[in-house]
């Protein structure tokens, strides 16, 4: 291996790679759990299939559009790796090999369409949900991530290496980006039936748990791991992690107990998220205190947004906009505010002497990614919605989505239920599938 | 013969049967069901959408005897399921025409 090769970095890098991809299965529970029992797999496999596209896309052409050098202004990487030729064994960048950093931004770009699902539960068709995740990670994911995370010297992106927005992990590439997706893709496909009117309660709060404990864990690779480095800032960025969650889990608790009289689980699992949220793109830059602070802040914040989507009417069903959206802007401006200067970046927040100096760069940053993914996650939706279509018959989502959608349901605990059913040979079943979409289209 | 049917709380299942076994009762039907009296139901909280829950969750014991015990088998049932709060449930019985043990054909009193 050349110089600078670091075999310690680089197994970090790896083991956190693997991390991050485990968070994308662990989104899938939390949000699989939220839902009503008739469409737990739809939001199951909306994850997984991110894990499938996004994975091929990336070698093909979205690496090197994110990180292939830049190809003008800062916007979009040029064509030089276009499926990942040119890349020598060898190659390192910093201190690992390009494969391995490859390989740890992939795992960015597959979780970041998924959480968008969440803001469209229910009721999106399956093929025009896979069409979007395609189009949203080339036009929106790719370019931004080229923005945010590609540094070159003041070469890369327009926004990080030119014009010094601070992003540690993803607060504007991943959250704010998703969040605002979700938010423009739920206003494109309209409220679910009986939006307000019925109850839509979690059918399982542990596997909603079980999502977000995982989410946790594979946080630490998401955000430690974003030093590209086994040291002292993914250290830091590992215990700032830890304890701004820690806090926006009290945060999220405490504002739950004063408004509504109850701690609940939910809110304990969503604290956690809005947490980790929050501290993403800052836990590079603050201090231990200063992610205690960013923590209660976000936990409360969120906990109070998440009512935003009744007050003006969008079925954002899942909250993706009430964590996401403001978790991101939250962690974002915190840096303005909070960095010390002293971690990994030499920015200062407003807090430490800094001035307003970075908490403007840090604005401009998430009004950028905001609008930009505004606009095109809208127009996008409204292309797939016009053409393939990307919402279910009305039929469907009542009955279920999971039936329809996927021919599986998730759950088969009645033992009448079993004796119901009947196997049929392959060439019957197949038949049967052709009926039953036939069925649907007449419908 | 009668059907007696008994709507309790889930919890009281255990007491019931052991009451209708020391009773004599050889044989029961139970399924889970979902109503409510004048305890009405709850309220549930999720990420501060307040939904109240009418439907609280009940155990249904069905049992067929012979008309001469059915009066005394209510007092059974009742005293076993009581816990003297609100939404203790209901116990009622109505008449059966005739009743047949698969088994072997046994029908009437013989199929209990």
């Known amino acids: ?443 | 013969m009668k059907l007696i049917t008994a709507v309790i709380k889930p919890h009281r299942l255990d007491e019931v049967k052991d009451a209708l076994q020391a009773f004599g009762v050889h044989g029961l039907t139970v399924t889970e069901a979902s109503g409510y009296g004048r305890q009405r139901g709850h309220t549930e909280v999720y990420r501060g959408a307040e939904y109240t829950v009418d439907l609280v969750p009940k155990v249904r014991i069905e049992i067929l005897v012979e008309d001469d015990d059915a009066e005394q088998l209510i007092d059974v049932v009742v005293k076993a399921a009581r816990t003297g709060k609100i939404g203790d449930g209901k116990v009622w019985s109505v008449p059966v025409e005739t009743a047949v043990r698969v088994r072997t054909g046994e029908r009437g009193p013989d199929a209990l």
């Open chain 1, 1 to 443: 291996m050349p110089d600078g090769f670091s075999a310690g970095d680089t197994a970090f890098v790896f083991i956190c790679a693997a991390l991050v991809m485990l968070m994308t299965p662990g989104l899938a529970f939390f949000y699989g759990g939220m839902v009503r029992v008739k469409s737990t797999l739809n939001m199951l496999v909306m994850s997984f299939i991110s894990l499938a596209i996004v994975s091929v896309l990336w070698v093909l052409y979205g690496y090197t559009l994110a990180f292939g050098p830049d190809a003008g202004a800062g916007l979009i990487g040029n064509l030089d790796f276009l499926g990942m030729r040119g890349i020598g064994l060898n190659d390192i960048t910093g201190t690992i090999p390009v494969t391995a950093f490859s390989a740890f931004q992939l795992m960015f770009a597959i979780i970041t369409p998924a959480l968008i699902s969440g803001a469209v539960a229910d009721r999106t068709k399956f093929t025009g949900w896979a069409l979007f995740v395609a189009l949203w990670v080339t036009v929106v994911y790719f370019p931004v991530a080229h923005w945010v995370f590609f540094f070159d010297g003041g070469n890369g992106g327009w926004l990080g290496d030119r014009n010094g927005v601070i992003d540690f992990a993803g607060g504007t590439a991943v959250h704010i980006n998703a969040g605002v997706a979700g938010l423009a893709l739920c206003l494109v496909l309209g409220k679910r039936v009986g939006f307000k009117k019925d109850p839509m309660r979690p059918h399982s709060l542990p596997l909603v748990m079980l999502g977000s404990g995982l989410l946790w864990f594979g946080w630490f690779g998401f955000n430690a791991g974003s030093a590209l480095a086994a040291n002292g800032v993914a250290g830091m960025a590992f215990l700032n992690t830890q304890v701004a969650t820690a806090a926006a889990v009290l945060g999220w608790l405490a504002y739950e107990k004063i408004k509504h009289g109850a701690f609940t689980t939910l809110g304990a699992a969503s604290g956690a998220v809005a947490g980790l949220v929050a501290i993403t793109p800052a836990c590079g830059s603050v201090s231990l205190l200063g992610a205690i602070a960013i923590g209660i802040v976000a936990g409360a914040a969120c906990a109070a947004a998440i009512s935003l989507k009744y007050r003006f009417n969008f079925d954002d069903s899942l909250d993706v906009v009430g964590v996401h959206a403001v978790g991101g802007i939250i962690g974002s401006l915190a840096i303005g505010l909070f960095a010390t200067g002293h971690v990994g970046q030499s920015a200062q927040g407003l807090f430490y002497g800094g001035g307003l100096g970075q908490l403007g760069k840090q604005a401009m940053g998430v009004a950028v990614v905001a609008v930009y993914s505004f606009v095109l996650s809208w127009l996008l939706g409204q292309a797939i919605h016009k053409t393939i279509g990307l919402r279910v018959s009305e039929d469907v989502e009542v009955a279920g989505i999971d039936q329809a959608e996927h021919a599986e349901s998730a759950y088969d605990f009645s033992a009448v239920g079993a004796s119901l059913g009947r196997a049929v040979s392959a060439a019957t079943a197949a038949h049967t599938t052709a009926a039953a979409k036939k069925t649907e289209v007449d419908a």
